[in-house]
């Protein structure tokens, strides 16, 4: 497949090499310019590129991982030239503290991460990747079939574009779980049970199921606090994020 990756911190540049493994063709971009993406290239075995052109070129896939704060500042355009029926994955999460400032229309719960990305996109999108570290990306993918073989919660609206994500998903070493749409992904947001645990596919399917489909605001203000603290701890440990 031709794939487009537009960021390449440590989830874009987990899922290039992956990808690239696998006999893909890839094309990266960040915010700086592929001048600036020449260790990636070496790294990772993907096309450095601008944005536009790994748009353009990801006509089977496009995936958007940056810092959620920058979504907007993405050139309105940037998606314009891509195939109705081209997948467009987002991988990001919210993280108010440590790096995106408050969003309202997040803090209070009114859409999820992905819908907030989707609009200012323009496009439907499906989110995964958002829930596992990017080192595991690289090393802990098994073959189909392995006991305690790590699943990935795969949310979106566009049933054959999330098909085609699910398989790809499987290609890279991971049982696939669809995760419902894409207004039912806060199940798979920062705070949730299921974000950066690694479960298998049977104990995440029980996770989402007993959430629930609808959000309750029991639940956003529980998810936000837990997010609250992870997000403090990661602080008081001199994390930063970018």
């Known amino acids: 497949m031709n794939i487009g990756i537009i960021g390449a911190g440590h989830i874009g540049s987990a899922l290039a090499m992956r990808l690239t493994d696998l006999g893909h063709q890839v094309y990266i971009a960040n915010s700086r310019g592929p001048e600036t993406l020449q260790d990636v290239e070496q790294k990772t075995g993907a096309q450095a590129v601008t944005a536009e052109e790994a748009a353009q070129h990801g006509t089977d896939l496009v995936v958007v991982t940056i ?3 920058n979504i907007p500042d993405l050139p309105k355009d940037l998606l314009a030239s891509v ?3 081209t997948p467009i994955i987002d991988t990001s999460n919210y993280y108010p503290m440590l790096r995106d400032g408050k969003i309202a229309e997040l803090e209070t719960g009114s859409l999820t991460e992905s819908e907030w990305v989707q609009q200012h996109l323009g496009r439907p999108v499906v989110k995964v990747f958002n829930n ?3 080192h595991h990306i690289v090393e802990k993918g098994q073959p189909a079939g392995t006991p305690g073989r790590i699943s990935l919660p795969v949310a979106g609206d566009d049933a054959a574009a999330k098909q085609k994500v699910m398989q790809m998903v499987d290609e890279l070493g991971f049982d696939a ?3 419902g749409t894409l207004h039912q992904s806060w199940r798979q947001q920062p705070g949730t049970p299921s974000y950066g645990a690694d479960m298998p596919a049977d104990k995440l399917r029980e996770n989402l199921q007993s959430l ?11 998810f936000l606090a837990n997010h609250a ?3 403090q701890a990661m602080a008081d440990q ?5």
């Open 238 to 242: 001199g994390i930063k994020l970018k």
């Open 132 to 134: 596992i570290y990017a």
């Open 212 to 222: 629930g489909t609808e959000r309750t605001e029991e639940q956003h203000k529980e």
């Open 67 to 69: 810092p959620l704060k």
């Open 177 to 179: 779980v669809d995760a």
């Open 83 to 85: 195939p109705r029926e």
């Open 229 to 231: 603290k992870t997000e």
